[in-house]
T-cell receptor, first 110, second 113 residues
């Protein structure tokens, strides 16, 4: 079983739509959680960390459910510029090791 | 502006060449990583250095040889590569203590002819 699993998509949504991605992780001892964004042929960039209490940054909301071992990312009022691949990342029991999901591709259409 | 730089940004090499990729981080981190990302595939962790010691080697072929002379610099030495080694090679750094995340360099896009 993979450490981190994501729906690869693609999610094709119109501008202004709300879209949600989920990600599941296998290690219950996982310590920290992140969402990254990766544009085509570019490096992954941190979008936001995910805290147990949930956190929001503008149009983006991240949630963590430790009991069910999943994290989610909600994007409201989608913009064309949100088109990218979103990577779920989990830092497990070993602080040196980060587990990346395979990414969920989002296409926002005009 | 990222605190992790990589050179060169693009590299084309033949199968018999020897080349090196360089990564430098300016974030004061003490762990550095090499990842490989092939077209339309997820990131693959290759090597991890923590406090300048290699702590992870994910069964990477010996034609890839990492070097970490200090906590700010990381190299990936390449020799007798294969065309299937063509990919984006990403360097990242993080702080071992705590739960901070990784920061990536812009990558080296490698093409092996």
């Amino acid at each position: 079983r993979k450490e981190v699993e994501q729906d690869p998509g693609p999610f094709n949504v119109p501008e202004g739509a709300t879209v949600a991605f989920n990600c599941t992780y296998s290690n219950s001892a996982s310590q920290s959680f992140f969402w990254y964004r990766q544009d085509c042929r570019k490096e992954p960039k941190l979008l936001m960390s995910v805290y147990s209490s949930g956190n929001e940054d503008g149009r983006f909301t991240a949630q963590l459910n430790r009991a069910s071992q999943y994290i989610s990312l909600l994007i409201r009022d989608s913009k064309l510029s949100d088109s990218a691949t979103y990577l779920c990342v989990v830092n497990s029991y070993n602080f040196n090791k980060f587990y990346f999901g395979s990414g969920t591709k989002l296409n926002v259409k005009p | 502006e990222t605190g992790v730089t990589q050179t060169p940004r693009h590299l084309v090499m033949g199968m018999t060449n020897k080349k090196s990729l360089k990564c430098e981080q300016h974030l004061g981190h003490n762990a550095m990583y090499w990842y490989k990302q092939s077209a339309k595939k997820p990131l693959e962790l290759m090597f991890v250095y923590s406090l300048e010691e290699r702590v992870e080697n994910n069964s990477v072929p010996s034609r890839f040889s990492p070097e970490c002379p200090n906590s700010s610099h990381l190299f990936l030495h390449l020799h007798t590569l294969q065309p299937e080694d063509s990919a984006l090679y990403l360097c990242a750094s993080s702080q071992v203590e705590g739960t901070d995340t990784q920061y990536f360099g812009p990558g080296t896009r490698l093409t092996v002819l």
